[in-house]
């Protein structure tokens, strides 16, 4: 399975802009043999909104108008994508990712972990568990931004059998740590392809990192991006890979096998609350 990442500039507030650029960009990926095509975090509307009241008219319904055609798109070039969009619903406004096959919506998952920033200070958190999405081609897990400074969420879906993790994000300054060293990280410690596809520019005060890079189960880069510069990636996954856990480094000698090495009676207390309080949501 052939893998694209766009790492691209956003305009916040303007989802028709965005759009046009988003299929651009899949027309480039698919001519370049693409079978999936990754995009940053709410690529169609930006992430910088003030209020909760000035983000609400760019939220969608899943499906809706934005996927129904980016998925007209999906079936003219035979190409699957994973955009980051903010999704209306009754109980309030998710920031989502969402993964478009030639067929339509396969699956959709609304964030959990909110950072104090952007419109994450006004979204809902996530209510729906990890999920991972049979693609034709590959067991595809999705995260968003944050999830990935969290090893829990990974894990997760690696124990349900995801052979690749698709992470739009916003990475802004001061996440260098993560883009730099987590995505490897994620992958390696799972034994899973990882693809974190970040933006690029100015919105409201912040400077988004880019960075973007693509892992493989043992943790190599294996197309990464610069910190300025639109850039598309390209790598090739092979599922057969990240389901064998197992690491012969020595036969017989040194083996490796962070699944069946697990011992989860002893990680309880990672469930236990806290006790310290989030920081204050408008």
Not at 56 to 80: D, H, M, V, W, Y
Not at 113 to 134: K, S, W
Not at 224 to 251: M, Q, W
Request: charged share 20%.
């Amino acid at each position: 399975m052939k893998i694209a990442g766009v790492q691209m500039d956003v305009s916040l507030m303007s989802k028709e802009e965005n759009l046009a650029r988003i299929i651009e960009k899949m027309n480039v990926t698919a001519g370049a043999g693409a079978d999936l095509t990754v995009f940053p975090e709410c690529v169609i509307t930006g992430y910088c909104f003030a209020s909760l009241e000035e983000a609400i008219p760019f939220a969608e319904t899943i499906p809706g108008p934005s996927t129904n055609r980016l998925q007209q798109i999906c079936r003219e070039l035979k190409l699957s994508v994973v955009v980051g969009m903010l999704e209306h619903a009754a109980q309030g406004v998710y920031n989502a990712a969402v993964l478009i096959t030639p067929q339509g919506v396969m699956g959709s998952y609304r964030k959990i972990h909110l950072p104090y920033l952007g419109v994450d200070r006004f979204a809902t958190p996530g209510n729906r568990e990890f999920a991972v999405f049979e693609h034709p081609q590959a067991n595809i897990g999705l995260n968003i931004c944050y999830d990935s400074a969290f090893p829990e969420s990974s894990r997760i879906m690696s124990l349900q059998g995801a052979d690749f993790i698709a992470l739009p994000t916003n990475w802004p300054s001061g996440a260098e740590c993560m883009a730099e060293h987590g995505v490897n990280m994620r992958a390696m410690e799972n034994g899973i392809y990882y693809c974190a596809i970040n933006r690029v520019g100015h919105e409201r005060g912040f400077q988004f990192i880019g960075k973007s890079r693509i892992c493989s189960p043992s943790g190599e880069t294996l197309a990464s991006a610069s910190g300025t510069d639109e850039e598309i990636l390209y790598a090739t996954i092979d599922p057969a890979i990240s389901r064998n856990k197992r690491v012969d480094r020595v036969p017989d000698k040194h083996v490796i096998d962070r699944m069946a090495d697990r011992r989860p009676e002893m990680y309880a207390k990672i469930v236990e609350p806290h006790g310290l309080q989030p920081p204050h949501r408008d």
